[in-house]
């Protein structure tokens, strides 16, 4: 069987960077900070994704093994995790 790849937007990219850059700072102390910046950021993205990209980068960083496993693709695995639910984007109207 054949996994099918989603490419991920460049949207949901940059709110992997982003939530990874932040982690470090904010995870110990405050993630709901993290959540609600990458909310206001990126409002197009849906919220359990951008929630499940805040626990992952968040545990990762309390591990004390962050750069390591960022060295090892933590992005990656973190994109493949939310890139196979489909369209991620919030529709307004």
């Given at each position: ?12 990219l940059d ?79």
């Open positions: 069987m054949k996994m099918k790849m989603i490419t991920p937007t460049p949207d949901l709110v992997v960077a982003c939530a990874l850059r932040l982690a470090p700072s904010l995870a110990n102390e405050d993630g709901d900070l993290l959540f609600s910046h990458l909310r206001e950021k990126f409002p197009n993205i849906a919220t359990d994704a951008i929630d499940v990209i805040v626990a992952d980068a968040c545990i990762a960083a309390k591990s004390g093994s962050f750069a390591h496993q960022f060295r090892t693709g933590l992005h990656s695995r973190i994109l493949a995790k939310v890139s196979d639910w489909g369209d991620l984007t919030v529709i307004t109207d």
